[in-house]
């Protein structure tokens, strides 16, 4: 399994953030927001993380993400969804444009679904 971040957070910004928080060795790659408009929007930032794995197609692919505009940049771009429920955004901003995507609760419950569907 391959993870990396993709944020409308300024990437220095988001680099230094989870620096911070002692995650950065869990990561192949953070791709976060520009100044300029070439990533300013989740899916132009999902786009160019997948840019950086051509051997990873869009349908292996998983945002998961606790807010509209997560679940829009993951239908924006093919990529498959999993809404997380304990952070900012609700479900039904969610389920807008990604109906058919699980809603998880909580981290441990993260886990558990990512290992049983083998996603």
């Known amino acids: 399994m391959l993870l990396a971040v993709a944020t409308t957070k300024y990437l220095p910004?988001?680099?230094r953030i989870i620096k911070m928080l002692d995650i950065d060795q869990y990561f192949k790659f953070i791709g976060g927001a520009t100044s300029g408009p070439e990533r300013r929007t989740?899916?132009?930032v999902i786009q160019y993380v997948l840019e950086q794995f051509p051997a990873v197609s869009p349908e292996r692919t998983v945002m998961i993400g606790d807010t509209k505009y997560d679940a829009e940049g993951a239908a924006?771009?093919?990529v498959h969804f999993i809404g997380c429920l304990y952070g900012y955004g609700t479900k039904e901003e969610m389920t807008v444009f990604c109906p058919s995507a699980p809603y998880i609760n909580h981290p441990a419950e993260l886990m558990g679904y990512i290992i049983s569907e083998g996603a």
Do not use: I, P, R
């Open 42 to 44: 989740k899916a132009k």
């Open 13 to 15: 910004f988001a680099e």
């Open 76 to 78: 924006q771009t093919g």
